[in-house]
């Protein structure tokens, strides 16, 4: 499905703009303009509130980024289990900083704040599945199941 | 009184959360039955005598909220239950909703006949995917079987915004807005999602109400502290030895939640602080620990409820950048509409980060003091309101510890 098409088909649902960026994200990664133009005609309010929503919640990116998002979550119980550790073995093994995608395009690499599994800090989560008790030694076979 | 006793997660690992019919033979079900055989005056008038009190934070009397709303002039009213769980330490809902979901269904649907609801909505975390999927086929099963009546029920995602655990953040949230919160008065029962009366309960609220039912309204009542009865679901982190949950009576101490329960601090070391309620909860140290988890108990002692999240810190943990970190996190929570909170959580993550770096000056402790008073007062929502706590609480009990970063 087009992202037109996918945009339609949450039409009748009320304040269903959010779930249709969600739907339209699962393709294509982020969120482009003329996605965010075409949600604003299909639910019927201006452009800048269309944006406005987009840029308001963190799942949401208005810029492009790689394919599978990778989450490391830096709340306080995580912080204190050493994700820290974990954020630079993810670094070391992308070759990128936080905040960045890799060349390829194949990952976004991100914080997260907590995703609600404490019991297994550290925690991190690739396109929204969770991955518990990570360190440094369990990163690579990861990222193997992605590339 | 320091054993677990399961109320709303009395079918946790009993049955098969995708077979409604699990849930059935379980006894599933026959509550909404009961609770639809009575008034609906009478029905609020049970929930109001159990004195269930909201288990997402506020602590609200829920029959009491739901009188308001049942009192409401209006041929359209919504049902909404808050499944954001943003609160960092907490997935008391998760396991509810991952291994029960048809206790929320149902608690859910005993709510919407007693204020005269036909459209009910569960804001679910977008953080939590498979639960949806859970509740989707949940509610897929429950309306094949006619549980629900006339009773309707979707699930709508968030989208990554911890305010939107606010419950005027998440009726804009469900209504396709930025997740900002709104003045209130007037509040949700009265005038909430697209300006229909609407009940806002949390998971743990809802799930609660078969077994009140069930059993009547007193039996639940006799349970725990009297000003806040039941049971409450706390999730233990950080450095405990169970980093798991437990569903405790709310007279347990938070001594026993923390040594019997939890089996204390791993590797022979020392406690030093432990923060209750979530990420804006107080830090609090050893001389408090015989309190009892109830929310009066709590808020009596300076410190929170909440979520039921047990955040335990030892004796070798920094705890002024434990601190920092949760300046940054609300920071970056801030939905920005009101000026104390967008202003007032930078300001604090900064201060925050130059003590922590070494930075920072001792006329910077009195200034955080003052700026957290301010923020209690003016911000618009419970976040900013909260924000400050963990800073103030630690500044207060641990000052050595700032002194040492500073000095």
Redesign the interface.
């Given at each position: 499905m087009d992202y037109k098409e996918i945009i339609a088909s949450y039409a009748d649902k009320p304040g269903g703009i959010i779930e249709a960026f969600h739907a339209v994200q699962s393709q294509l990664s982020y969120l482009p303009r003329e996605v965010i133009a075409e949600a604003a005609q299909v639910f019927k309010i201006p452009v800048s509130e269309a944006y406005g929503v987009a840029s308001f919640y963190s799942m949401f990116s208005i810029e492009a980024r790689g394919k599978n998002i990778i989450r490391i979550c830096e709340s306080a119980p995580c912080h204190v289990a050493g994700a820290a550790e974990v954020v630079q073995a993810l670094e070391r093994e992308l070759g990128i900083f936080m905040g960045e995608s890799t060349a390829d395009g194949l990952f976004a690499l991100e914080f997260t704040e907590c995703v609600g599994q404490c019991q297994s800090t550290p925690v991190i989560t690739v396109n929204g599945e969770p991955y518990l008790d990570v360190n440094a030694a369990t990163i690579p076979q990861i990222l193997a199941k992605y590339r | 009184m320091a054993e677990e006793m399961r109320i709303v997660l009395r079918n946790y690992g009993k049955i098969d959360p995708l077979k409604i019919e699990d849930y059935i033979a379980q006894g599933g079900y026959k509550a909404l039955e009961k609770a639809r055989s009575m008034s609906q005056q009478d029905l609020i008038a049970e929930v109001k005598i159990s004195n269930l009190r909201g288990r997402g934070g506020a602590g609200f009397n829920c029959g009491q909220k739901w009188s308001f709303a049942y009192g409401a002039k209006s041929d359209v009213k919504y049902v909404v239950c808050n499944a954001d769980?943003?609160?960092?330490?907490?997935?008391k809902d998760?396991l509810i909703m991952e291994n029960d979901p048809q206790a929320l269904l149902e608690g859910m649907s005993i709510c919407a006949y007693a204020i005269g609801a036909k459209q009910g909505y569960i804001y679910c975390?977008?953080?939590?995917?498979?639960v949806i999927d859970i509740l989707d086929k949940a509610i897929e099963q429950a309306t094949a079987k006619g549980v629900l009546g006339d009773f309707n029920i979707e699930v709508?995602?968030?989208?990554?915004?911890?305010v939107c655990g606010e419950e005027t953040a998440l009726i804009e949230?469900?209504?396709?807005?930025?997740?900002e919160p709104r003045f209130k008065p007037p509040y949700p029962p009265s005038q909430g999602l697209?300006g229909k009366p609407t009940i806002v309960n949390n998971v743990e609220t809802f799930a609660n109400l078969p077994a009140i039912l069930e059993n009547g309204a007193d039996w639940y009542a006799s349970i725990g502290v009297a000003s806040y009865p039941g049971t409450k679901v706390f999730?233990?982190?950080?450095?405990i030895n169970n980093?798991?949950?437990f569903e405790v009576p709310t007279n347990t101490t938070i001594r026993e939640l923390i040594y019997k329960f939890g089996g204390g601090i791993p590797a022979g070391k020392k406690f030093k602080a432990v923060?209750i309620g979530g990420?804006s909860g107080a830090f609090i140290p050893e001389s408090q620990l015989d309190t009892p988890v109830a929310f009066d108990n709590m808020s009596a002692i300076g410190a929170t409820l909440g979520s039921g999240?047990v955040?335990v810190?030892d004796e070798t943990?920094d705890i002024v950048d434990?601190a920092a970190?949760?300046a940054g996190?609300f920071e970056?929570?801030s939905?920005g509409k009101c000026a104390p909170c967008r202003e007032g959580t930078a300001r604090i993550a900064e201060i925050m980060e130059n003590i922590n770096d070494g930075f920072g000056d001792l006329s910077d402790l009195a200034l955080l003091k003052k700026l957290g008073r301010v923020m209690s007062v003016s911000c618009l929502c419970g976040l900013g309101q909260a924000a400050p706590a963990p800073v103030i609480t630690t500044i207060e009990h641990f000052l050595a510890d700032y002194q040492a970063k500073i000095l």
């Open positions: - | 769980e943003g609160e960092p330490g907490t997935y998760r975390r977008g953080e939590y995917p498979q709508r995602s968030g989208a990554g915004a911890y949230s469900i209504e396709g807005s930025r997740g697209w999730t233990l982190t950080g450095d980093r798991t949950f923060q990420t999240a955040f810190l943990r434990v970190r949760i996190f970056h929570e939905c």
